[in-house]
């Protein structure tokens, strides 16, 4: 079963925006987190950002705080990714999943990561 379908996704200029989406399973949006993930190139996943079950709180990593906005719409279990002021180096496959925190560290809770949508940002 597919708990995790991401969309979006597209070609950008540098300073432009884009609203990422991600429909979840009711089990997965179940979590006390929300997460968007991204793998650019060559490079490892990495946290983005994060909101609690009742969207109360948010959690940005330092890169993009100031510039993207997660939401969530608990009737349509769907969370956002308002991304705007981007970057070149926001180029990446974002991915979205149940987080958790050990530490100071986000990972994703589901074993089973959606397919992504990729983001291209041209200078």
């Known amino acids: 079963q597919v708990e995790l379908v991401e969309s979006g996704g597209g070609l950008v200029q540098t300073g432009g925006s884009l609203r990422l989406s991600c429909a979840a399973s009711r089990r997965a949006f179940a979590s006390s987190f929300m997460g968007w993930f991204r793998q650019a190139p060559g490079s490892e996943r990495e946290f983005v950002a994060a909101?609690?079950?009742?969207?109360?709180?948010?959690y940005y990593a330092d890169s993009v705080k100031g510039r993207f906005t997660i939401s969530r719409d608990n009737a349509k279990n769907t969370v956002y990714l308002q991304m705007n002021s981007l970057k070149p180096e926001d180029t990446a496959v974002y991915y979205c999943?149940?987080?958790?925190?050990?530490?100071?560290?986000?990972?994703?809770?589901?074993?089973?990561w959606g397919q992504g949508t990729r983001v291209t940002v041209s200078s």
């Open positions: 909101v609690t079950f009742s969207g109360g709180s948010t």
């Open positions: 999943n149940a987080a958790t925190k050990y530490g100071s560290r986000w990972s994703g809770l589901l074993d089973a």
